[in-house]
C-alpha cells in the first residue's frame, strides 16, 4: 500500500506534538552524576557488557514489551521496533513468521522451517507454533543478527531472537497490570515472587488477553462474527539454592488461546495498483465459510536448567526441556463469496491442525575460565520431535503428515585475549539432522514418505578491539546453515512432497559500540554483507494455492543497522534505530508460479514470464525483506506533586517490502508505520501508576501480506485501540 513521505511526516508530526513540547521544557545543562545503565546480555552464553560481544546484538527492555502489547498485540509486536526485524503470521496469532536482514521464510505450512531461531529460557522454540508463545514478565528481549550456528546450532543463518524471564530470587517482589480499550481489548499481567526458604526461591507468573468479535460478516448477516480471541498464559518458577556451587531452576509454562485466525479479505486491491479500494472495510468480511476462522491452541512445556560451579572458575550447565503443542487453524482462503466483492472463480477453505507435536531437547555445557587470558565451553546437544500435522481442504479426508526431527550436536568456543584490549573468538559446531516424513493422502489413500538426511561444520572467527574504555570495535567471519526441509501440505491436493536440502551461508559483519557523553549516548552500528548457497525458498500459492520447497543457487544481502539511546536529561530518554537491507536471488534458471492464472494473470507482474507462464525471479529481492526500517522512541517524567508525569512514545517504519518471490504491482508495500502513545502519573515512588494509551494510534491500515490463490487478497494489520491502563508493583 502507497503513502507519500509528506504524509507520513505530517501524522508523525501530529503524534509527537507533546514530545516536542516535553523535550524543549526538559532541556538541561549536561549532568555528570547520571548516565546510562550498562546492558548485559547472554548472546554468548554468559553475561558480558555489551561493548564486549563481538556480534550486532539490539535489546528491548521488558517493560517496553509490556507497553507495545496494551492493545492486544501478541510477539509479532516486535516487528521493525528492533533494526532489521520484521514479522508477520498468515495463522494469526499463532505460527509467526521472522526475518532478519531480509532472511525469512513465507512458508505458511505449520511444520514449516525458518531461519530465525527462537529461544525462550535458553530453549529453542523450534516448531512455529511453540513460537507464538505469548510475552509476558519478560525480563529483556536480545535480537541476534547473522548467523548464530556455533553456540545455537542450525536453523540460525539468519539469527536469533532470545527471551529471558525474570528468574526467581530471595527478593520478595511483584507488580499486577490491567488495561481495557477499544472492542474490549482487555490486558492482564501479573507477577509475584521471593524467598520460600534460605535456598528456595520462587516466581509465578501469568497473562490474560481478549478482545471482543467486532467484525460482521454481511454475506452471512452475523454481527460482531470474528476479530476476537482470549488468550491465558501461566509460568512458575522454583530457583532451588541447596549449596553455594548448586542451583536448579524449574520452568513450568502453560497457554491456552482461542480466537479468530488471520482474516483474508478478497480482492482489496483494483489490479494495476497496491492501495486498498473500496472493496476494503476493516470491520466486514463477505465470507460464504459459517466456520469465521477459528483458531485454537493448547500448549505447555517444561525446563530443568542445573548449574555446577566446580570452582576455580569451571561451570557445567545442563538445560533439559520439553514442549508439546496441540490445535487447529482453519481459513477462508479466498477471503470471499461468489457474488463478491470481485470475481471469485471459485471457494476454498482450508484447516491445518497440529496433533501431539512434542519437542525434547538437552543441552550439557562446560565453561572455563582457564587462565586470565582464555576462556572457553565445549558442549553436546540433542532435539528430537514428533508432530502431525492434518491439511482439510474440506472437499476430500483430510491429510495427516506425520514428520519426525532428530538433530545431534557437538559445539565449542573459545575466547582469547591477545592484549589488554583485544580479544579473538573462535567457534566451531558439528550437527546431524535427520527428517523424516509419513503421509497419506486423504483423497487417493497414497502413501508418502521421505527420508532426509543432512550433517554440517559450522564456524565463526570474530576480533573485538577496545579502542578506549568507551568504545569498541569488531569484526566478524560466520558460516551456519539451513537443515534440509520437507513440506507436505500440497498431498492434501492431490500433489507430492517437495524437499530443500541444506542452505549455507557465508557472513561478513564489522560494527562498533560505543558510549559518548559521558555514558548518556550509547551508539552501536554494524554493517554486513552475506551470501546463502541453495537457499531455501517457499514458492507458495498461485492457481493451486500450493507450497513448493526450491532451492534457489544463491541470494546475497548488505546493508546496516545503527541504534542510539541517548539520556537527554535525568527526565528524558531516546532511542532511534535505523537498518537498510538490499537483498537480490541469483539464479538464471529459478521459475515460479504467479498470481492465480484463469485465463489470465488477476496481477500486474513486472518480472519476464518464460513459456509456461512463470515469473524469472533472478535479481528480484527476497520476500518480506523491507528495503529499510526506522524506530524512534521517547519516555519522558517530570515530578509533579508527590509523583511524576509521563509520557512514552514509540514509531515505527517500514521501507518498501515485496511480499513474494515475484514482483507485482499489487504485492509490494512501501512506507507502512505505526505509532503508540503512552500518557500518565505515577506516584508513591513509582509504586502505582495510571494512564491511558494508545496503539496504532493514527489508525494506519498497512498491509502484511497477500494470498495470490485465485483473487487479490490481503492481510493487514491491528486497528487503533484507545485505553486506559493501571499498574501496582509491591
Known amino acids: ?41 547472554t548472546a554468548q552464553k554468559r553475561e558480558q557488557s555489551l561493548r564486549d560481544v563481538p556480534i550486532s546484538v539490539s535489546t528491548l527492555r521488558g517493560r517496553h514489551v509490556l507497553d507495545f502489547a496494551a492493545g492486544g498485540e501478541d510477539i509479532r509486536l516486535l516487528s521493525s521496533r528492533i533494526p532489521g526485524l520484521n514479522a508477520e503470521s498468515s495463522n494469526g496469532r499463532v505460527a509467526p513468521r521472522f526475518y532478519i536482514r531480509g532472511l525469512g521464510n513465507t512458508d505458511f505450512d505449520l511444520v514449516a522451517s525458518q531461519p530465525v531461531s527462537i529461544v525462550m529460557d535458553d530453549v529453542v522454540m523450534e516448531n512455529v507454533v511453540l513460537k507464538s508463545f505469548p510475552l509476558f514478565d519478560i525480563e529483556r528481549v536480545e535480537v541476534l543478527r547473522g548467523p548464530q550456528g556455533t553456540l545455537f546450532g542450525r536453523n540460525t543463518p539468519a539469527g536469533i531472537i532470545k527471551f529471558d524471564t525474570r528468574r526467581p530470587s530471595q527478593d520478595a517482589d ?39 468479535n467486532y467484525i460482521d460478516n454481511v454475506f452471512l448477516g452475523t454481527t460482531d462474527a470474528l476479530g476476537g480471541f482470549e488468550e491465558k498464559a501461566g509460568r512458575v518458577q522454583v530457583l532451588l539454592e541447596p549449596s553455594d556451587n548448586l542451583d536448579m531452576l524449574f520452568n513450568f ?65 545442563s538445560i533439559t526441556a520439553f514442549e508439546t503443542a496441540n490445535g487447529i487453524s482453519l481459513g ?33 555445557r562446560l565453561a572455563v575460565q582457564a587462565s586470565d587470558k582464555l576462556f572457553y565451553q565445549v558442549g553436546f546437544f540433542y532435539f528430537n520431535s514428533d508432530m502431525t500435522v492434518s491439511t482439510d481442504p474440506f472437499f476430500i479426508p483430510a491429510t495427516p503428515a506425520r514428520h519426525k526431527n532428530t538433530t545431534w550436536a557437538l559445539f565449542g568456543q573459545a575466547v ?27 483423497g487417493t489413500g497414497q502413501v508418502f514418505t521421505e527420508n532426509l538426511n543432512g550433517s554440517k561444520l559450522s564456524w565463526d572467527v570474530s576480533l573485538n578491539h577496545n579502542v578506549s574504555d568507551d568504545t569498541s570495535v569488531y569484526a566478524r567471519i560466520a558460516s551456519g546453515f539451513r537443515a534440509p526441509t520437507i513440506q507436505a501440505r500440497d498431498i492434501a491436493f492431490f500433489g507430492s512432497p517437495s524437499t530443500a536440502k541444506e542452505e549455507t551461508i557465508l557472513s561478513f559483519e564489522t560494527g562498533f559500540k560505543a558510549d559518548l557523553m559521558e555514558n548518556r549516548v550509547r551508539w552501536n552500528g554494524a554493517a554486513f554483507y552475506y551470501r546463502v548457497n541453495d537457499l531455501q525458498l517457499s514458492a507458495v500459492g498461485g492457481g493451486g494455492n500450493f507450497i513448493q520447497l526450491v532451492n534457489a543457487d544463491k541470494a546475497v544481502g548488505y546493508g546496516f543497522e545503527t541504534d542510539v539511546e ?29 498470481c492465480g492464472n484463469f485465463g489470465s494473470l488477476i496481477c500486474t507482474v513486472l518480472d519476464e514470464i518464460d513459456s509456461n507462464g512463470r515469473a524469472i525471479v533472478d535479481g528480484n529481492p527476497l520476500p518480506q525483506a523491507p528495503k529499510w526500517t526506522l524506530n524512534f522512541t521517547a519516555d519522558y517524567s517530570a515530578e509533579v506533586g508527590d509523583g511524576e508525569v509521563f509520557l512514552f512514545t514509540d514509531w515505527a517504519f517500514q521501507g518498501k517490502t515485496n511480499l513474494f518471490l515475484y514482483e507485482s504491482v499489487e504485492f509490494t508495500t512501501s512506507g507502512n508505520f505505526e505509532g503508540g502513545l503512552k500518557v500518565g502519573y505515577r506516584w508513591n515512588e513509582g509504586q502505582y501508576e495510571i494512564a491511558g494509551f494508545a496503539r496504532n494510534i493514527t489508525n494506519e491500515v498497512n498491509v502484511k501480506g497477500g494470498i495470490d490463490f485465485n483473487n487479490l487478497t490481503a492481510y493487514v494489520n491491528e486497528p487503533r485501540v484507545f485505553g486506559v491502563a493501571l499498574k501496582a508493583n509491591f
Open 1 to 41: 500500500m502507497k503513502n507519500s513521505f509528506l504524509n507520513h511526516s505530517a501524522r508523525l508530526a501530529i503524534g509527537c506534538s507533546v514530545l516536542a513540547v516535553s523535550t524543549g521544557v526538559a532541556a538541561q545543562e549536561a549532568d555528570d552524576t547520571f548516565a546510562l545503565e550498562e546492558i548485559i546480555v
Open 174 to 212: 511483584g507488580y499486577v497490570s490491567a488495561s481495557y480499550g477499544s472492542y474490549g481489548t482487555t490486558t492482564v499481567e501479573a507477577a509475584a515472587g521471593g524467598g520460600l526458604s534460605d535456598t528456595v526461591s520462587a516466581r509465578v507468573s501469568g497473562l490474560y488477553q481478549r478482545r471482543g
Open 253 to 317: 509454562h502453560i497457554r491456552a488461546i482461542d480466537g479468530t485466525s488471520a482474516l483474508f479479505r478478497a480482492n482489496v486491491f483494483t489490479k494495476g495498483s497496491n492501495d486498498l479500494n473500496e472493496n476494503f472495510d476493516r470491520k466486514k468480511v463477505y465470507f460464504s465459510d459459517e466456520h469465521n476462522n477459528p483458531q485454537k491452541y493448547d500448549q505447555w512445556g517444561t525446563s530443568l536448567n542445573l548449574t555446577y560451579d566446580f570452582g576455580d572458575e569451571m561451570t557445567l550447565t
Open 332 to 364: 477462508d482462503i479466498d477471503g470471499g463469496n461468489p457474488t463478491g466483492p470481485g470475481f471469485i472463480p471459485f471457494q476454498s477453505t482450508t484447516s491445518g491442525s497440529t496433533d501431539d507435536l512434542d519437542q525434547f531437547t538437552e543441552e550439557l
Open 416 to 442: 582469547y585475549d591477545m592484549s589488554d584490549n583485544t580479544a579473538l573468538t573462535v567457534g566451531l559446531r558439528y550437527t546431524d539432522d535427520k527428517k523424516s516424513l509419513r503421509a497419506v493422502s486423504g
Open 566 to 594: 541517548f539520556l537527554v536529561s535525568e527526565g528524558l530518554i531516546i532511542t532511534a534505530g535505523f537498518s537498510y537491507n538490499d537483498t537480490e536471488l541469483k539464479d538464471n534458471g529459478l521459475r515460479v508460479g504467479t
